[in-house]
């Protein structure tokens, strides 16, 4: 642990820039309830109300604060991506690592199921299934989750496969490890770094896959705020933007909102990655 | 002898007070601190030393070249009169490759696998303008034919993966002649090599080097080698000069300290075995008729050997032979396809894991390679606690106390050594960690795949040393694999010959290692080379009259 410290120390600039605004978003996510100056989807102005007091980023076509929604957004939508980049890693790693370390006809198996499930175009295939399923918020993580595990697992299994044939898993063979020692204390640390960059990259594309099914109106639903919906919301408005005066421009501003909140995180959580994986690569050593 | 250069002629190269420093941890340390060198042209000049001498920096500089992270500090090498450090780039590429060549260690990796030989070879004279890209061709050839490759015409059309180790090294130096340089820098060129290949190897890079009147640096770790090829021999220790000499005084009576212990490492001779206190006659390991295969092709046949209790038994034999198989069968990595392992007296289960825990516990092996065989991610105490606790079931503070007294025996101390990563310990301590790991868990039994040969001599020294101690106070039985002979000589009771998965001869040490041999333990024996400058010329000169040439 202090090793990491240490090198969070020497981070460059840009991995600081990085941390301090993936702190930002969480703290933001985690205290929604504090700082939005109004409900999340309770209707408290007019419609379209130009970015003044007390709204100050306008209303929607309801009435709806827009900086309330965008603040709860970033609860829903980063909260939701979280949980399924996690859940798609849990899958992903230990299917990978097990495929690479039992080997035979598991790897076999498992590796041609996720050929398949990768043949098919993942939003296609999200949209099939979520309309069968439903739209519910678990549906929407479990689908997203085991779609994106696919890749999680190639990655797993790649990696574990450069550690296998090491002479130190060929002694815990020998002292007769069970498999799960051997993945957790002998494959694992050593292929951490790399999976922790994954985790960043993986982050991103499943917060812009929500984004994108949201805005296709199979994400989240209304009145639940969330940033890909709001850009589908407020997309329309950019026709009656007038940018002769600063008050009417902000209508043509509203759908840059929620996106420059997708933007600006996935930029973020890139920096850091960025930066893991020059430690994981070894230059900085 | 005009070799000895008092003809007065302005040396080839001259290295004055040169310091060289790396980049580690953002610190600037000095590599090569203070060393001069001068070469005459014609002559050979042996560098050796231990791993982090300093040699392999200092043999690049000689071409004006530093390793990335690398840079000159202070000093000057003059080439034929050329300042070198601090030259344009333009200058230092028309002499690299046309007037000083260089030959890595690995000729596999520093081939491209993916252009013909010849491809390769004909890159630099036609770059230079020396020759037109058939010149280049029919100069290859004819080179090849010098360096007594089999098939000159042919060979430079084969893909790198398609030639041997030794015909590739030697390919190799023909590349590194194609533009006749006045100088060629040979770093470690035969230590991959196996002993019967090496001294062909050996043979072709003397006289080509000899014959074109090349001036050479000949890097190594192995003295023998060095006496063969080298006019005068610089010893090098931690990046300063120890000592400079001719070669055959050097050899004779080297001045320092520290020269006559690395002279000294290969006359360690172990106890007689009468010190060893169980001699038992049953076996405690015993092969019968073993045979095993990758997929179709089989890699061992018809094994038959047995280790005596608190022995040692020494298998010898080239690259591929089957010695590590052997170790592989033993510890039940791999399944035998025929025949039957006893230990104890009792068959032993093909695969490890349909092994008891207590069996698995007996029987432990050590790895040629520790940078490979440590978890780069554990510490020393978790290395070392994990069998105590498997095994033993040792918990907390007996654990711990245990894994000081186990850190006591190998020689490191226990308050510098328990918190450290693999990273943090040398090539040597990484191996004694390694072994300290296996004797966690107690054992009977102890495999040593080549424990030594991934280290310097002296290391290497200490750790058979204490191997032995180890034999002695605890009645370990040992199974040697190794392809140095020193090694058998040293540490080994009984000896088996090891050739293309057979075993070919097997005896105790002194009937194994004396006349009358088998065929190949003769040419396996004989081409071990030995601290004599002439051995190299003996050798050819008997093998020419075997073949009647």
Not at chain 2, 399 to 406: A, D, P, S
Request: hydrophobic residues 45%.
């Amino acid at each position: 642990m202090t090793g990491w410290l240490a090198r969070l120390r020497e981070a460059p600039a840009s991995a600081w820039i990085g941390i301090l605004l993936i702190l930002g978003y969480a703290g933001v996510a985690i205290l929604a309830p504090l700082l939005a100056p109004f409900p999340e989807t309770a209707i408290v102005g007019p419609q379209y109300h130009p970015w003044t007091a007390p709204h100050y980023l306008g209303t929607d076509a309801l009435g709806r604060d827009v900086l309330s929604r965008l603040i709860w957004g970033a609860r829903n939508t980063v909260g939701i991506a979280l949980v399924t980049t996690a859940l798609a890693f849990l899958i992903g790693t230990t299917m990978g690592f097990l495929a690479a370390t039992v080997g035979g006809h598991v790897d076999a198996v498992s590796s041609r199921m996720v050929d398949v499930l990768m043949a098919i175009p993942s939003l296609i295939f999200a949209l099939l299934i979520l309309t069968i399923t439903g739209t519910s918020i678990l549906a929407l993580i479990l689908v997203i989750a085991v779609l994106d595990s696919t890749r999680v697992f190639r990655l797993s299994r790649a990696v574990a496969q450069g550690i296998i044939p090491l002479d130190y898993i060929e002694v815990a063979r020998m002292r007769g490890e069970g498999l799960f020692w051997i993945i957790r204390r002998e494959i694992l640390p050593n292929a951490a770094a790399p999976l922790i960059a994954e985790f960043g990259l993986r982050f991103c594309f499943v917060f812009l896959f929500i984004a994108a099914l949201s805005f296709l109106g199979l994400g989240l639903q209304p009145p639940t705020a969330d940033w890909g919906s709001m850009v589908r919301e407020s997309a329309k408005l950019i026709a009656f933007a007038n940018f002769g005066s600063w008050q009417t421009a902000t209508f043509g501003l509203a759908p840059l909102l929620p996106a420059g909140a997708v933007a600006l995180l996935t930029v973020a959580v890139n920096l850091v990655v960025d930066w893991i994986l020059t430690i994981a690569s070894g230059l900085k050593e | 002898m005009a070799r000895d250069g008092n003809d007065g002629s302005a040396p080839l190269l001259e290295i004055r007070g040169l310091c060289i420093a790396g980049r580690s941890d953002r610190l600037w340390h000095e590599i090569v601190k203070d060393v001069d060198l001068v070469l005459r042209r014609g002559e050979v000049l042996g560098l050796i030393g231990e791993s982090g001498a300093g040699k392999s920096t200092l043999g690049l500089a000689a071409m004006g070249y530093t390793k990335a992270g690398c840079r000159i500090e202070r000093g000057s090498i003059r080439f034929d009169g050329q300042e070198l450090v601090g030259a344009p780039t333009e200058t230092l590429r028309r002499l690299r490759g046309a007037r000083i060549a260089y030959v890595a260690q690995s000729a596999a990796a520093a081939f491209n696998p993916a252009y013909r030989l010849i491809n390769q070879y004909c890159e630099g004279p036609v770059r230079h303008g020396r020759m037109s890209r058939r010149e280049a061709e029919a100069d290859a050839v004819a080179l090849y034919r010098e360096m007594r490759l089999p098939d000159p015409e042919e060979i430079g059309f084969r893909y790198p993966h398609q030639v041997s180790g030794g015909q590739l090294q030697r390919a190799m130096t023909a590349m590194a002649m194609s533009c006749r340089p006045d100088l060629i820098i040979f770093d470690e060129p035969t230590t991959a090599l196996d002993v019967t290949t090496q001294i062909e190897v050996l043979a072709a890079i003397r006289a080509i080097v000899r014959d074109h009147h090349t001036a050479a640096i000949y890097i190594t770790h192995d003295l023998a080698v060095v006496a063969q090829m080298a006019d005068r021999i610089k010893v090098l220790l931690r990046g300063r000069e120890v000592e400079e000499a001719n070669t055959r005084t050097m050899i004779a009576h080297p001045r320092e300290d520290y020269t006559k212990s690395l002279w000294a490492v290969r006359t360690f001779r172990r106890a007689p075995a009468a010190a060893s206190p169980q001699v038992d006659k049953a076996p405690l390991l015993a092969l019968r008729s073993v045979s095993a295969r990758y997929g179709a092709m089989p890699v061992l046949s018809d094994i038959d050997l047995a280790v005596r209790r608190g022995r040692t038994l020494a298998i010898v034999g080239e690259s591929g032979s089957g010695k590590s198989t052997t170790a592989r069968v033993i510890m039940g990595l791999l399944a035998a396809s025929r025949g039957t392992i006893e230990f104890d007296g009792k068959p032993l289960p093909a695969a490890c894991r349909d092994r008891p825990r207590s069996l698995q516990r007996r029987m432990q092996m050590i790895h040629q390679m520790p940078d490979t065989a440590l978890n780069p991610r554990h510490r020393v105490r978790d290395v070392i606690g994990r069998p105590l606790e498997f095994f033993l079931g040792l918990r907390g503070r007996t654990k711990e106390r245990r894994i000081r007294e186990l850190l006591d025996q190998i020689e490191l101390e226990p308050d510098r050594f328990i918190d450290r990563l693999p990273a943090e310990l040398s090539g040597g301590q990484k191996q004694r960690v390694c072994i300290a790991r296996a004797l966690a868990a107690e054992p009977d039994f102890v495999i040593c795949d080549e424990v030594t040969s991934a280290l310097d001599q002296l290391v290497a020294e200490g750790i058979l040393r204490l191997l032995d101690r180890l034999q002695r106070e605890m009645g370990l039985t040992y199974m040697f694999i190794t392809h140095d002979l020193a090694t058998v000589r040293s540490i080994a009771d009984e000896v088996v010959v090891m050739l293309g998965g057979r075993i070919v001869e097997q005896g105790p040490k002194d009937e194994v290692l004396a006349p009358p041999h088998h065929r190949y333990t003769e040419i396996l024996l004989s081409s071990v080379p030995e601290m004599d400058p002439d051995w190299l010329d003996r050798r050819l000169a008997t093998r020419r009259e075997a073949t009647g040439r």
